[in-house]
């Protein structure tokens, strides 16, 4: 059991501007995701529970071990809090060879499991070609099993990673999470893994924390985060969805109905606990959730016509772009028919729309 | 005429002793410029940083009056020793240590600045306590540059002809120093002893210079 709540205020420097990092989370085991924009204080929060940066107030306890309390005077220094760290650049000791990096990990250990241990680590994470090498000597995938091996080795009660993918190709990525889920499994340490990757963070990620601005926007299972974002903050953070002005026009609780007006547009929805008629309120919806066809005719009920104004190809779907500053997804093939045509509408599910 | 090589054993003496004295004494000051917040830390750094730009004959001035017969620390020298510290070699030591002391200290400073500081971090989650990470880590990452300035420093004590005059005098046979002792030579016209104990500095000089500029990470060299 992870409890935090952290407290610290930056004065700006000529570096940076001011800046209040001010969160409190409680999280368990496996791996919870700390996921926000660049300056949203992720990596700062991992330096926090490593130890390198105290803050003013606040209060962490891991494990029921008690690491940082400002009440109570008690900041442990990062040596006394068994906390694996695995940093963005690794951070292999570049003088010293693999074994010998692991072994600087293993002098915590008692003397006759040592060398054991350290066999045992780099066994398991298939380095046992590479034991000799010095650092600069590996690619980029070994150093990293070779860093998360020594993270590992002295059995931390927590294990940080700061941005692991960053910088890997899409294989590595996928032998990283295979290798990581692995860890999950094997080892039982607790991890907090920092992202700006929202496939990261359903790969992997148990818990997720949406960090903007120093802030806790929301802490869910990364589906319950993105069916339902708590505020318009994390919707837009997310950036999956369309986000589109409306007006309640009609609640009607006992058919679960309602209808939003969209411009000059009804739409019908579900019913919208605790929401007014008249409310102005942002309605969101995943492009793919969208069925944009070509127009033809009058736009039936629930849809909306639009002008194409771009089309991105991806590998396997086409990312339409239309006027009212709304997109939608369409397979390729489809798109192929229809690319030269100007003119399309866009039908909404009603049972799909949700409100913010 | 047989050639005195005594002032050149002096010279390697007081360079060695006094650049092993300057390296601890400067590794420490380094670190704690290094890694410790205090008052006066600036103030200290510049203290350290003024025998670098002060005349030697201006240091060897002071010196002088730090250790001469009359002041304090002189007379406890002597009470310890039961001899002067001034006009010995060892004063000459003395005087070579401060003269180079600074040159270790603002290069080992910013060699232990220049590690990276996430190797140090990483030591520390994995358990190191501070002298570990300062010896098994950041030691030998800022090792090159050091190294290079302890050898650039050897040098500078071996040459070394203000400050030791001041304090340790020209004594033939005791103090005269390498440097002196070709003064001496010049002065009293014996070419012969000069020429050689040139020569004999100048390749010492270079070997040195060589073993700095491999040290030095600025070097390029290229390899394949």
Redesign the interface.
Known sequence: MIQARIRQHYAPSPESAAFTLDLQFETAAGVTVLFGPSGAGKTLTLDVM???AQPAEGRISVAGHVWFDAAQQIHL???D?????V?Q?Y?L???RTLRQNLE??A??LPRLERHRRVNDMIEAFRLTDLAGRMPHELSGGQKQRASIA??LL?APVLLLLDEPAQGLDPALRQDLYFLLRQVRAEFATPIMLVTHDLDECFELGDQMLVLDRGRLLQQGTPRQVIDQPSSLDVAELLALYNLLPVEIRTLDPSRKESMVRFGDFDLHGPYFPGRLRGDRVTLYIRPELLTATPRDGKPAANQVPVTLERAVERARTVRLEFSEGLAAVCDPRTYERHKHNKEWVVEFPASYLRVL | MQLDWFPLWLSLRVALVATVLATFAGLAIAYLLANREFRGKEALDAAITLPLVLPPTVLGYYLLILLGRESTLGRMYEWVFGSPLVFTATAATVAATLHIAPLLVKSARAALESVDHTYERAARTLGADEWRVFHSVTLPLAGRPILAAVALAFARALGDFGVTLMVAGNIPGRTQTVALAIYDAVESGRGETARQLVIAVSLMALVILWVANRLSPSTRRVTG
């Open positions: 490593a130890g390198f220094p990062p040596r809090r068994h906390c694996g760290y940093f650049n951070a000791f570049p003088h600087f990990a002098e915590r020594r993270a002295a």
